[in-house]
């Protein structure tokens, strides 16, 4: 069971889901990743707990006004929240939220990126809390998508303090944020068509059934299947609600 429980200054530590009716996404991911969902609690802000095995991977809560879209939201570590927001807006982004602490020992900011992908910072998660990443149902990968993504990624050597490498994926340049030796996050060049935003990866076992399951919930496909060496097979799903997440379907180790 790979399970992250450290979180470096620049690594992927949480993701949550704000939607118009919280009952309904519930529904919607438990029924697709075979989730515990908890109840919703006032401690909690409304947010419900999702997890696999007893392992947090995510939270799902309301939304924090009516002219906010059904999103995902990605999360990152850093070390001093305050400077980190700073630097955000010393860099060409904007703070949507400023630093506070919504629910007790979380402290916590949303910013956008120069291009307007919206992302968290979430300052020091203590070592010990544990999030179910890399098998099916939770988290595989997270993604900046953008038309032009490598003009963000100043901002992000500066807010999150991550080394930039690039590679190519196909005939696609693609960038990677690396913490140490470890990728832990990518960015892919759009066509443009839609805003610039980040893009939560879920692994699946199989991604045929796991799309047939997806969309016989009431979820659009929203691109066909796609595949790379090294990698594997993946698609973009959009939620009842109007969420846009992928699946991921990796390619399975050699052996």
């Known amino acids: 069971m790979p399970i992250e429980d450290a979180f470096p200054q620049g690594t992927p530590v949480w993701i949550d889901l704000q939607s118009a009716d919280p009952p309904a996404a519930a529904t919607y991911y438990r029924s697709l990743f075979d989730w515990e969902v908890s109840p919703p609690s ?6 419900s707990l999702a997890s696999g095995r007893g392992v947090p991977i995510a939270a799902l809560g309301p939304l924090p006004s009516d002219d906010v879209p059904t ?5 990152f570590s850093v070390d001093d929240l305050e400077a980190a927001s700073t630097a955000a807006t010393d860099a060409g982004g904007s703070v949507l939220l400023e630093p506070g602490e919504p629910v007790p020992g ?3 900011a949303i ?6 992908a919206v992302f968290g910072l979430w300052q020091r998660k203590e070592p010990g809390d544990p999030w179910l990443r890399d098998e099916p149902g939770a988290v595989d990968w997270l993604e900046l998508v953008a038309s032009d993504p490598a003009s963000t990624f ?3 050597e500066s807010v999150l303090g991550v080394g930039i490498s690039e590679m190519r994926v196909g005939s696609e340049p693609y960038g990677l944020f690396d913490v140490g030796p470890t990728s832990v996050a990518g960015a892919y060049r759009s066509d443009g068509a839609d805003p610039a935003h980040w893009l939560v990866y879920f692994n699946v076992a199989d991604l045929d059934a796991a799309i047939v399951r997806a969309t016989e919930l009431g979820g659009t496909l ?3 299947p796609l595949s790379a060496p090294g990698v594997g097979r993946w698609a973009e799903i959009v939620d009842p609600q109007g969420a846009g997440f992928a699946l991921l379907e990796p390619e399975p180790e050699p052996s």
């Open 42 to 47: 006032a401690d909690s802000g409304g947010f």
């Open 71 to 75: 999103t995902w939201t990605v999360y």
């Open 106 to 108: 979380i402290r916590l």
């Open 111 to 116: 910013v956008a990126d120069p291009a307007g």
């Open 154 to 156: 100043p901002f992000y």
């Open 222 to 224: 929203r691109t066909e």
